[in-house]
Nanobody
Framework: QLQASGGGLAQAGGSLRFSCAAS????????AAWFRQAPGKEREFVAA????????YYADSVKGRFTISRDKSKNTVYLQMNSLKPEDSALYYC??????????????????WGQGTLVTVSS
């Protein structure tokens, strides 16, 4: 199971950090990603962490502002979000899969999902 936490309210230009803790599996063996879904919109890719290379991938809309990382010792994946914008407001989901898929940007490529955690960014 994946347990996400860290959502909340932020002002534009502010920062938030999400955590996604895994139970029953280790992120050392799995790749992980974050997706988000705003009201009335489709779920979209945000960032991914590839195992075992530790390569990271970002949507253009968040590149340079968001950072995905993994702490093996805590079996947790993080999403650090800086310079937040109102358009970053959404329900954020963490997800994982055992074997890397080149279509990492598609939500259908991921197997395990955590519950969504809400971010609201005010202008």
């Amino acid at each position: 199971q994946l347990q996400a936490s860290g959502g909340g309210l932020a002002q534009a230009g502010g920062s938030l950090r999400f955590s996604c803790a895994a139970s029953g599996r280790t992120f050392g063996s799995y790749s992980a990603a974050w997706f988000r879904q705003a009201p009335g919109k489709e779920r979209e890719f945000v960032a991914a962490f590839r195992t075992p290379t530790s390569a990271t991938y970002y949507a253009d809309s968040v590149k340079g502002r968001f950072t995905i990382s993994r702490d093996k010792s805590k079996n947790t994946v993080y999403l650090q979000m800086n310079s937040l914008k109102p358009e970053d407001s959404a329900l954020y989901y963490c997800t994982a899969r055992l074997h890397w898929n080149v279509a990492y940007y598609s939500s259908t490529s991921w197997n395990y999902w955590g519950q969504g955690t809400l971010v609201t960014v005010s202008s």
